[in-house]
């Protein structure tokens, strides 16, 4: 666990352990202040902070892990809570649930091994938007094939044989409608 020292200057982020990571020109170095060893750098990003899930060169090892580019994660997200890529937090049930969460889409990547509960049914379409305005691309094309039928159909004189249908394409887009 790490807290932000906003009194140091430069910037860093001061762990309860012996580990700091700190701004260093351009870069970010995580070292342990104890042995005075550089344990993984971050070239400087562009808001300037190190947090997400950022790839950092490993410089020694740690955690088992050897040295390379490994993706690290400096997260102020609380328990039950997933980290997005670049630092903001959703809920952790979100995290794969066929709806883009965070900002930067990635609570949907590397989804694909997913365990979906056993009355899941993967023949329904995506739970719709919960804010108004919040509508696809396809939402507006069935609303508008829907407002085309029912206008159809209210010119339709009684007693009269009277159809009325669309054809919606996600592709292109148009709607097609045909009225007999």
Not at 10 to 25: C, D, I, K, N, S
Not at 56 to 61: C, G, S
Request: aromatic share 12%; hydrophobic share 35%.
């Amino acid at each position: 666990m790490y807290y932000f020292d906003l009194a140091a200057v430069p910037l860093a982020f001061q762990g309860y352990g012996e580990y700091l990571v700190e701004q260093f020109g351009d870069m970010w170095v995580w070292y342990n202040s104890i042995t005075n060893t550089t344990m993984a750098t971050l070239s400087a990003q562009a808001l300037n902070y190190p947090i997400g899930r950022l790839s950092w060169n490993i410089k020694e090892k740690v955690c088992e892990q050897e040295s390379g580019q490994r993706v690290l994660t400096l997260s102020p997200c609380q328990v039950g809570e997933f980290t997005c890529t670049d630092g903001s937090c959703i809920p952790f049930a979100k995290r794969c649930d066929l709806k883009f969460d965070c900002k930067d889409k990635t609570d949907e990547s590397f989804c694909d091994i997913v365990n979906f509960p056993g009355d899941y049914r993967s023949k329904l379409p995506p739970r719709p938007a919960l804010n108004k305005g919040d509508d696809s691309p396809m939402d507006e094309l069935i609303k508008k094939a829907d407002n085309l039928i029912n206008a159809a159909k209210a010119s339709c004189i009684p007693d009269a044989a009277c159809s009325a249908s669309t054809a919606v394409h996600p592709d292109t887009n148009p709607v097609k409608f045909n009225f007999h």
